[in-house]
C-alpha cells in the first residue's frame, strides 16, 4: 500500500498531489467506518497520542480526540492552561517529559508561527499541526478540499473563494496550497487591510466586491473573523463588516448560480454570515464537521502506519 | 620586540605600496621598513604565512559583547580575542548591555575591561537615558570617558523631537549621533521582510516602509538642524537611494550595512532557522544589488558584521520567540570577499569607519603604528561550528559555502595569529 511522502504534516506546503489523494481514500474508508453502528477501529490500540493544546480550541481538538478514540489509539491531552508552561517551562522540555511517557505521535495547536516544525527538528515523534499562528492548519485545509471534492465531484477546476480575514488566517493559507495544489482556481475577498499585500504571489486572485466574488466562484469558503489575533483595528466595527463582507440570503438569492457555503468555524453569526445562509441547503458547514473526524483519522492512521512496531 | 613579515601583499589604497607583495618589518609596532626582500639578520620571529595579504586593521562599528550584564552572550575577553582572531583590531560596543552603557561609569567600566588586548575596543554610548527614548544621557560626559558615538542600539527614537534636540546638543562637541531606523508604528510587532516568503509562511511582516519611513524622516530633521548622523544597518533599496539624494544635498549623513544583508536574501527562511532571525530582516536579490551598488557607489560607507552573541536558551525557541541577532565576526570576511569588490571591501571595514567614527588610522608605510589585518583571500571552506569562537553559536552563515580566511592581527603591539 502507498505511503505518505512526509513523516509529520506540518503543511500542505510539504506534501504532494499523491498525499492529498491517499488521505483522502483513506478518509473514505473511514467515513465509512464512523457511520456503522461500531464506529471504531482496532488499527492503533499500541499507539500512544499526546494532543498538546498550546492555543484554546474546542472543535479541531474535539475531533482530533474523537479521530483518535476511533482507531483506538490511548490518548493523553494536555493543554497550557493547566500546565508548567505557564511557569516557564520551554516548548522543547515540555514535548521531552511527554516524549519520556513513550508517546508515538503528537497533535500540537500552538499561537507561535512555526511550532510544529521546531519541535519536529528536535523531539522523536510524529507531529500533526493542528494550527500554529498564523501559518498553517493543515487539516482543516484537507477536510475542506474533502468537502468540496464530496459535494462537487472533484476540486480539480472548481472556482473557490475564501472570504474575510486572510492575514491572521491559517486556515486561507493551508487552503490556498491545498486548492492550488488539486488544481482549483482561488481567488480571496476582504477588507484590503485583512489581505496581505503579497498574497497574488501565491497565485491567487483578489477580489474587493464580495458580489462580484460570488458571482465569480463555485464554493465560498468565509473564514471567521478573528478578532482575538487581532492587535488593532482593522475595521471599524463588526457591523460595518457585515455590510461590506456579510453574506446574507437575498445576497446569495440574487447570484446568477447555487454556490456552496463553507464555514470552518465558529460562526459569528450575523458577521460573515447570517443564520438564514448557515442553515440553507448550499450550506456544507456541518459536513465539514463530520468529514474531519474521517480526514483526522486518515492523516494520524498513514502517519502512524509508517512507525515501526 | 622585533616581527618581520615575508611576502605579503599590501592591500591598502592609501599606501604606496598598494597590491604589491613585500616584507615588513615591524619593531615596537612602528613599521620600519617595507622592501621587496629584508633578511633576517636579528633572528626577529618571522611571519611567513600561503597566500599572506595584509590590509589597515579592521574595523566593525557594531558588536554586542554582553558584558556587563549577559556575560552568558559573551565577555569583553572572549569577544576581543574573537575579533582579533577574525581580522578586527578595533571594534565599537553598542550600548545594549545591563545596566544601559548610559553614563560615565559604566563606559569607564567597559574600558576598563578592554585594556592590554590587540584589538582596541571602542564604546557607543546609549543616546537616551537607559535607552527608553525619553531623555538625552549625558552625552559629553560619555564622550570625556571614552564614548565615540551615540544611539540606543535596535532601539528606535520614535521621537522625532528628540532626535532633533540630540542633532542639535551634539555639535556643541561634534558628536556623532546613530539613529535606527525603524518607523515602529509601522514595524510594529513584525519578525521577516514583509513579502512573498513572509506570506508563505504565514510570519508577521516587516515593511521595508518601516525603515524607509525613518530614514527619510530622519533626514528631514538632519535638514533642518545639521549636525552628523549616522544611520546603521540599512538594508532596502529604497534607504539607499533616500541617503544618495541626501549625500547630494550636502547633509553629513553616513550609513552601514551588515555583511548578512549583502548575501543572504529572505529566501532563507523557507525552514524558520532562528538564526535567520535579523534585525533587519533579510530582504530581497533586489535589495542587494541596490546595497552593493551603493557600496561601490560610495553611498553606503561602511559594513558592519552587526554582531550579536545570543545564547541558546533565547535562540533554540520558536521562530517568533527567538531573540533577533546573528553573530558575524568569524565570518564576515568569508561571506563578503568574493562579492563585493577588495578595495570597496576594505575601505569600507577601515578607512571609511574611522574617519566617520575619528579614530586614528595607520596607513601601511613607513614610520606608521602596525595596525593590520593578515588574510588569504583564496580559501574556500564549509563554515561550521567548529570555526566559531563566540561564546554564543548563533550564526546565520552556518553550513555556508565561504571564500577568504583570516590568519590574525598585529596590533597594540600585539600577534594574534
Not at chain 1, 489509539?73 to 500546565?83: C, E, G, M, T
Not at chain 1, 492548519?137 to 475564501?162: C, F, M, N
Not at chain 1, 496581505?196 to 471567521?224: F, H, M, Q, T
Not at chain 2, 535567520?276 to 559594513?303: E, Q, Y
Amino acid at each position: 500500500m502507498s505511503q505518505l511522502s512526509v513523516k509529520h504534516l506540518i503543511g500542505i506546503k510539504h506534501i504532494n498531489e499523491a498525499d492529498i489523494n491517499l488521505i483522502f481514500e483513506t478518509a473514505d474508508h473511514f467515513k465509512e467506518v464512523i457511520n456503522r453502528p461500531i464506529k471504531k477501529v482496532p488499527s492503533l490500540r499500541d499507539i500512544t497520542i499526546a494532543n498538546l493544546f498550546f492555543e484554546n480550541s474546542t472543535r479541531t481538538k474535539l475531533s482530533f480526540e474523537l479521530a483518535e478514540k476511533r482507531l483506538s489509539a490511548d490518548i493523553i491531552n494536555f493543554s497550557a492552561s493547566q500546565s508548567s508552561v505557564k511557569k516557564g517551562e520551554t516548548l522543547i522540555d515540555t514535548a521531552n517529559n511527554i516524549l519520556s511517557m513513550k508517546v508515538d505521535l503528537i497533535v500540537m495547536r500552538h499561537p507561535n508561527v512555526g511550532a510544529c516544525d521546531f519541535l519536529s527538528k528536535h523531539v522523536n515523534a510524529r507531529i500533526v499541526n493542528a494550527g500554529d499562528g498564523t501559518h498553517e492548519h493543515p487539516t482543516q485545509a484537507l477536510l475542506d478540499s474533502y468537502s468540496i471534492r464530496e459535494k462537487l465531484g472533484s476540486v480539480t477546476g472548481k472556482k473557490v473563494v475564501i472570504v474575510g480575514d486572510i492575514l491572521h488566517s491559517r486556515v486561507a493559507l493551508s487552503n490556498i496550497y491545498a486548492l492550488k495544489l488539486q488544481g482549483a482556481e482561488v481567488k480571496v475577498c476582504g477588507p484590503k487591510t485583512l489581505i496581505p499585500k503579497y498574497i497574488e504571489s501565491l497565485g491567487v486572485g483578489v477580489e474587493y466586491d464580495i458580489k462580484k466574488a460570488l458571482e465569480w466562484c463555485d464554493v465560498a469558503n468565509v473564514l471567521r473573523v478573528q478578532n482575538e489575533r487581532m492587535a488593532i483595528n482593522y475595521f471599524p466595527s463588526t457591523r460595518e463588516y457585515a455590510q461590506l463582507f456579510g453574506i446574507n440570503k437575498p445576497l446569495l438569492d440574487s447570484l446568477s448560480k447555487k454556490i456552496v457555503i463553507m464555514h470552518p468555524g465558529p460562526i459569528n453569526r450575523g458577521v460573515e454570515i447570517t443564520s438564514e445562509v448557515a442553515n440553507s441547503d448550499q450550506s456544507i458547514i456541518l459536513n465539514q464537521v463530520e468529514n474531519g473526524v474521517a480526514v483526522r483519522m486518515a492523516v494520524i492512521y498513514l502517519l502512524a502506519e509508517q512507525i515501526q512496531r | 620586540m622585533t616581527l618581520l613579515i615575508k611576502s605579503a601583499t599590501i592591500i591598502d589604497k592609501t599606501s604606496p605600496f598598494h597590491n604589491q607583495t613585500k616584507d615588513i618589518l615591524i619593531e615596537n609596532g612602528i613599521i620600519l621598513k617595507i622592501e621587496n626582500s629584508i633578511e633576517n639578520k636579528g633572528n626577529f620571529e618571522e611571519i611567513q604565512l600561503d597566500n599572506l595579504h595584509i590590509s589597515q586593521g579592521w574595523f566593525d562599528t557594531s558588536v554586542c559583547f554582553g558584558e556587563p550584564g549577559f556575560e552568558e552572550r559573551e565577555t569583553i575577553e572572549n569577544g576581543l580575542n574573537t575579533a582579533a582572531k577574525s581580522g578586527f583590531t578595533a571594534v565599537a560596543v553598542n550600548p545594549n548591555t545591563s545596566p544601559v552603557a548610559d553614563n560615565k561609569a559604566t563606559i569607564e567600566f567597559i574600558k576598563n575591561k578592554a585594556c592590554g588586548f590587540a584589538t582596541s575596543l571602542y564604546p557607543l554610548g546609549s543616546l537616551t537615558k537607559n535607552s527608553e527614548s525619553e531623555d538625552i544621557a549625558e552625552l559629553f560626559d560619555m564622550k570625556n570617558y571614552g564614548a565615540i558615538a551615540f544611539g540606543d542600539y535596535k532601539k528606535p527614537i520614535s521621537n522625532a523631537n528628540l532626535l532633533k534636540i540630540s542633532l542639535q546638543y551634539a555639535q556643541n562637541f561634534d558628536g556623532l549621533i546613530m539613529s535606527y531606523p525603524q518607523d515602529n508604528s509601522i514595524a510594529r510587532n513584525g519578525l521577516v521582510n514583509e513579502e512573498k516568503n513572509s506570506t508563505r509562511l504565514g510570519l508577521k511582516g516587516l515593511p521595508a516602509l518601516a525603515e524607509e519611513m525613518q530614514i527619510a524622516r530622519d533626514l528631514f530633521i538632519l535638514e533642518y538642524t545639521s549636525g552628523k548622523l549616522h544611520i546603521p544597518s540599512i538594508s532596502t533599496a529604497k534607504s539607499v537611494q533616500l541617503i544618495k539624494d541626501a549625500k547630494k544635498k550636502g547633509l553629513q549623513v553616513t550609513c552601514s550595512v551588515t555583511a548578512h544583508n549583502l548575501v543572504l536574501t529572505d529566501d532563507e527562511l523557507m525552514d524558520f532557522d532562528s538564526n535567520t532571525k535579523v534585525l533587519p530582516p533579510l530582504r530581497t536579490s533586489k535589495d542587494i544589488n541596490a546595497l552593493i551598488k551603493g557600496l561601490n557607489d560610495g553611498v553606503i560607507d561602511i559594513i558592519t558584521s552587526d554582531h550579536n552573541p545570543i545564547d541558546i536558551e533565547h535562540k533554540k525557541v520558536e521562530y517568533s520567540n527567538a531573540k533577533f541577532g546573528t553573530i558575524g565576526l568569524e565570518s564576515l570576511f568569508g561571506a563578503l570577499n568574493k562579492v563585493i569588490d577588495t578595495d570597496v571591501l576594505i575601505a569600507s571595514l577601515t578607512t571609511n569607519p574611522r574617519k566617520i567614527f575619528n579614530i586614528e588610522i595607520n596607513c601601511i608605510k613607513v614610520g606608521e603604528k602596525a595596525d593590520l589585518t593578515l588574510f588569504n583571500p583564496d580559501d574556500a571552506y564549509t563554515f561550521t561550528e567548529a570555526h566559531i569562537l563566540s561564546t554564543s553559536k548563533n550564526s546565520i552563515f552556518l553550513n555556508k559555502k565561504l571564500t577568504g580566511r583570516v590568519y590574525g592581527v598585529i596590533a597594540n603591539n600585539k600577534t594574534i595569529l
